[in-house]
């Protein structure tokens, strides 16, 4: 698979294949304007190849996209918060006497929020904020994360979503990632090491190629500049 942008001479993406299996956790890693991002929209369906295709269970996911979308849980980098309930927000689109509270008790859980719900004056039903205000950063990423599960999707993909996060927010976040391997497919695009070191397969994009794939380790045995970037600490 290929990707060009239409104004553009030079391909983001230049022939790459890989597989993503099921129930199993995938990272991209790679440093700015490697074609991680690009490969990562390919996979959401948000742009089209230009050549190839991306295929799921041996159909394209162009055929329709819509079934496609609805299998998939998006964490991104900035998670918008609307000024209604904790639980509205973890809903995301339910209608408010639609809302599965013990799915939303779930997903507090499994995205470590048990302790904010404890914390705050109305629980479950305290407004946050214009934008998540009245939270912080950290915990907004959460209630991502818990609303991205929300919908039990068979695809949970994080873009980049721990790269704000301080480091114990961040060490969190990947300890719950950790606990759902093996119970979905999970997609992981980021540059810090503590997100990908434990994931069953990482590929290494270089200039829009796949440079090296294969477990923490084994790219890093592969491949000197990743290397070079575990002993400097950043993906960057």
């Keep these: 698979m290929s990707f060009r942008f239409p104004d553009a001479d030079e391909l983001v993406l230049d022939n790459v294949s890989l597989t993503i ?28 190849p230009t050549s190839g295709e991306v295929l799921c269970g041996g159909r394209s996911i162009g055929e329709d996209l819509a079934a496609w979308h ?4 998006v964490v991104p980098q900035d998670v918008y918060l609307i000024d209604h309930t904790l639980a509205e927000n973890i809903a995301f689109g339910a209608q408010t006497d639609m809302i599965d509270y013990e799915r939303v008790r779930e997903v507090v859980r499994l995205a470590m929020l048990e302790e904010l ?47 704000a996060l301080d ?28 997100t990908v070191r434990s994931v069953d397969r990482l590929h290494y994009l270089r200039k829009g190629r796949v440079a090296a794939s294969g477990t923490f380790e084994e790219v890093r045995a592969a491949d000197a500049e990743f290397a070079r970037l575990v002993e400097l600490g950043s993906l960057d």
């Design 117 to 163: 719900v404890a914390q705050l004056p109305d629980g479950l039903g305290t407004l946050v904020g214009d934008r998540g205000v009245r939270i912080s950063g950290g915990q907004r990423q959460r209630v991502g994360l818990a609303r991205a599960l929300y919908r039990n999707p068979r695809v949970l993909i994080l873009d980049e979503a721990t790269s």
């Design 70 to 73: 609805a299998t998939l849980g």
């Design 167 to 194: 480091n114990a927010t961040e060490y969190e976040i990947a300890q719950t990632l950790n606990g759902l391997q093996g119970t979905m497919t999970i997609v992981i695009v980021a540059h810090r090491l503590s």
């Design 21 to 48: 299996p099921h129930h199993q956790t995938t990272a991209f890693v790679g440093s700015s304007g490697a074609g991680k991002s690009t490969l990562l929209d390919l996979t959401l369906g948000l742009l089209d």
